[in-house]
């Protein structure tokens, strides 16, 4: 068992050397910072996650929140290191610092999050949410909701949670009932179900912030009729001190396989007391705002698989090191030493494959973390626009990429521990288990690969998938050593043929049902997903064959070594995978499609 | 959640008109049997499956056994089950009338089998481990092993188990230590430690029949200097009637992800008493013995992650067509009422990928059972050496491919179910749990590769490939709708691509160091697997569509026509990923081979 949680060597190298994020420092709102204030809110991150989350982790996950007489009872550790983490800046981190914020970039903050993650995805659950649902209102709310509610969440004495899901209806929101009727007193009175609503009760604190999705009374019918409300689990006063108990009820846990530290609720509202809730923004606005958060969640999303694939790898690494098993296929004499494990070749191809998934998971959500801070500050407003368009873009991809990838680097990650990965005793199927839900929460991974193929990709002429070429290409020129400009040709080769196969997809689907296009949407995704994370790599590649030339230490050669062989691993034996979704995408491949419910 | 626990439409469909295993009763040694015994046999298992073992599956997975005082503390269902599996006959199904047993084919006991496992896996690990540590007495023990322990194993009076693991060595038994020291008595004393043994303690009865191996004093080094021995829990007198305890002792459970119900144990011999252990067979041969018998154990574990997986597909399936969620996608009126999940396309994709994984799955392990009674029963000798050569050579796919894919099936499952899936309320978590044990033991997923293309391959100059390949060149040419042709086209080709890449990997073992070819094992065990499930589609495809042109009901049609499409998805989606598995291994990509551990 290994206690790092990221690597630092390799965060700083995408940071700084791949991402160059010591230049943000150059734009207004990041003036006050630099790369040392960056660094240390990393290392505090870094050093907080180890000493406040990562210990009970395991223990969280054995000894899970308990519902007891209506109340969640959960391990008194958990409030402790969210406190830490509210009290050291980190739920107001990206904000003004006239709301108490560090004003600092996304780039630094998902950083830091990831520390959070790796050490313990359950507990990291409730600040994030917190912060998500303070969001809502920071963008949305009006001046009194604001200032009632938001520095409460951001200083973590309240915390938040979204809730959308109601049980009937699942992935469908356009169908869901929760309704809500204005009363002469200017709030709602809430009414319906949810359910999965994670961190919808806990006993960290007294009050919690739901931000609900509800029907008002004659709203038009599907997605175009819902509305957000704020329904606290306490009212308050103007000021957001606690009065009587709100009409939002729990009525059960659900028991998750991981993430079970994070609690997963079925909520009813109304159904024993009124329940108010506060009217965000316009009526029947609702999804449309939930959806402009959506990027960042989603990314959040992304970025919690791939750090979780990254723990896994690091611990079967560290154990690969150590354990001493078997011989080399050489070695004939039985009475020779064992060796570690990491010496035979499938170990490494496990391992291997693990740091191309991670490592290119990481990079593709840094580089969506950086395209937040374009969209939001970069200097050039054409360049904001342009950064906001990519972002919508890729957001599916890096969403639904590391969430494939990233619990696939899990399981390589039992295999290398062999039985001992298979017990409780390990920490590696904890991550598995953990994992696991991130293909489906945040849009089930075929909902990401419909909204890539049936939206994404076609929005305003296609001028993101214009704006990904040209940022591609760049990368591509930059390709300077052999090994590079090979993997440059690959990329390059492999690109122009999925550009060919969305062009013959996107006549179909205009002259066509949408239906045979998109029953194929997600073989699509892995295409668009294997393209972007190869372009990763090469970015990651380029980066590390220029510092291999001026390396000073034998450290800095192997770690720029590792790079490379990496990147070839991605090109030799991941990207190459698309040949057969190229296939399948131009035939128009109708098996799905066709196949019948009754012959099941 | 579904009853069923494997469609018997679709195993009569496998036994009987794809593999014709009615034939087996023109042999004498299963000529009282007709296809009515073999039927009612398996009637008997799907019963009592459903009535005594999956009514316990999840209890004994959430309540799982405690190591308490010295003891196992276990559900009482778990004896219950075990005894009425052990009263029926089945740990004796396979062995001769005079020994008590029902001669069935091994075709019949392993489809019984089948039903237990997709029950609860967990349960039917105590009776399954029995039979095999019967079989290895019946073949290696002397007479008077035979009648002092036998009888007692056959009648579920005893359990068995195979302790071969150590923890300093896992999977490098040549590097186990448990010794072995004669005694004048004719016994041996046992001394060492065991781990992962499997069953090696429990509250089922009071006896315990641990094959062990272990290292006679002064014994070669190396796997040529291993022994196997009889190590009872507790000493019995020639008859087996027990007398005192034996100095075997349960160290501790290990808690495991999954498969919870089987005990896993530490176990220590001759630590705080002497530990008596009697030699079977001859000395140094221990690991010889344990490998004939492997053949069906790896099929076992196959068989078992197949019908695991077909369990969950069911599971899923069930779900897909209750579960009502969203609209077609050409569906415009949001009123329209929703539709059952599994009318969406990638839904469909979903089922169909498991189906072909498990149906297929099961096809291959099926017909390895065959091959065993075929090796065993086969009127011809020569047919009887070639099927032993056939199973010889498949038995790394038959354990490894239903152990990568039948978990993933698993997997599959889960997200058809979503956010319910996710969930310890439903059933398919636990099934991918389970699984996940299957690419691990009984010799890593690995350690088949290396088997296959380290040995296997080559073995007896490829007569087991030459086999193959006549085999499958009956059914090729037994396609004759224009479908299956085509079908049996892809086929040929794939085959003759890796023929070629074969030899010309072979050269290159025969040059070199075998280093370089084998650092790709995994990879040429993935094409090598892929292959033999396509040409089980393609025997079932055979099938199905001379069958379709007779069916006489739409039952009957819809069934044919879904294992049709199960195997155009297996041959559009599945087959041609070789094909990147054939650019690495004609490259001999060096890509892990040459990454260094100080990369990492």
Redesign the interface.
């Known amino acids: 068992m290994t206690d790092t949680l990221i690597d630092r060597r390799d965060l700083a190298f995408q940071l700084y050397e791949v991402l160059d994020t010591a230049s943000l420092t150059a734009r207004e709102r990041f003036s006050e910072h630099s790369r040392e204030t960056f660094d240390a809110v990393i290392e505090t991150a870094d050093r907080m996650a180890h000493d406040k989350f990562a210990t009970h982790n395991s223990a969280a996950d054995k000894d899970e929140p308990r519902f007891v007489n209506g109340q969640v009872e959960m391990l008194p550790e958990v409030k402790d290191a969210f406190r830490a983490y509210a009290e050291a800046g980190f739920i107001a981190g990206r904000y003004d610092y006239e709301l108490g914020g560090m004003q600092l970039p996304e780039s630094v903050m998902a950083a830091c999050n990831g520390f959070f993650t790796a050490a313990n995805p359950g507990t990291a659950g409730y600040p994030f949410l917190t912060t998500a649902a303070a969001n809502l209102i920071r963008v949305f709310g009006n001046d009194q909701q604001k200032a009632t509610f938001l520095p409460h969440m951001l200083s973590g004495r309240f915390t938040g949670t979204m809730a959308l ?1 109601e049980p ?5 929101l ?2 869901i009932r929760t309704s809500a009727t204005p009363t002469d007193g200017g709030h709602y009175l809430i009414k319906g179900a949810k ?2 609503i994670s961190g919808g009760d806990q006993s960290i604190t007294d009050n919690i912030i739901h931000m609900v999705l509800a029907r008002i009374k004659g709203a038009p ?3 175009r009729g819902i509305s957000l409300f704020i329904v606290p689990k306490v009212l308050v006063d103007a000021d957001g001190n606690p009065q009587q108990r709100n009409g939002v009820a729990l009525a059960g846990l ?5 993430y079970r530290g994070t609690t ?1 609720t079925a909520l009813s509202f109304g159904d024993d007391a009124p329940c108010h809730g506060y009217l965000v923004g316009e009526p029947h606005q609702g999804l449309k705002y939930m959806f402009q958060m959506m990027n960042e969640a989603r990314l959040g999303v992304g970025f919690g698989a791939a750090v979780i694939g990254y723990r896994g790898y690091l611990h079967s ?1 560290d154990y690969a ?1 150590e ?8 070695e004939k004499n ?2 020779a030493p ?1 060796v ?1 494990i ?11 494959a693990q ?1 191309a998934y991670c490592e290119g998971g990481l990079a593709l959500c840094l580089y969506g973390a950086r395209l937040v801070d374009d969209q939001h500050t970069h200097p050039d407003p054409q360049k904001r626009l342009e950064a906001g368009k990519l972002l919508d873009l890729l957001t599916p991809v890096m969403k639904a990429w590391p969430s494939e990838f990233g619990p696939k680097a899990n ?1 390589l990650a ?2 290398v521990y ?2 001992a ?5 390990y920490p590696v ?1 904890q991550c ?2 953990d994992n ?2 991130n ?3 945040e849009g ?3 909902i990401q ?2 909204d890539l193929l049936g939206r994404k990709i076609w929005q305003d002429q296609s001028h993101g998938l214009q704006l990904l070429m040209q940022a591609m290409q760049v990368d591509l020129e930059a390709a300077t050593t052999a090994r590079c400009q090979q993997w440059a040709l690959s990329l390059s080769e492999t690109l122009q043929q999925a550009v060919k196969v969305t062009q013959s997809l996107g006549k179909t689907l205009m002259q066509d ?3 045979r296009v ?2 194929n ?2 073989v699509y995704l892995h295409l668009f997903g294997h393209i972007v994370v190869a372009w990763m790599w090469l970015r990651q590649a380029n980066a590390a064959a220029k510092a291999l030339a001026d390396a000073a230490t ?1 450290d800095d050669r ?2 720029y ?2 790079k490379l ?1 990496a990147a ?2 991605f090109f ?2 991941e990207l ?2 698309v ?2 979704d190229l ?2 995408l131009r035939n128009q ?1 109708d ?10």
């Open positions: 899901t009937h209806a699942g992935s469908s356009a169908d359910i999965y019918a599907g997605v659900i028991h998750k396989l991981g997963s690494l090191r354990r001493l098993q078997g011989r080399r296929l050489a039985p009475d064992q570690p990491i010496e035979h070749a499938d170990v490494r191809r496990m391992l291997l740091k399981d039992i295999q062999g039985g990965g298979y017990t409780r005793e199927e598995w288990r696991r839900l293909p489906i929460h089930t991974n075929g690969a419909l049902s949408p239906e998109l029953a949407a997600s034998d192997h770690f070594q590792g062989q070839q691993y030799h034996w190459p995978t040949a057969q296939v399948l491949d098996t799905c499609l066709n196949m019948q419910a009754d012959w099941f």
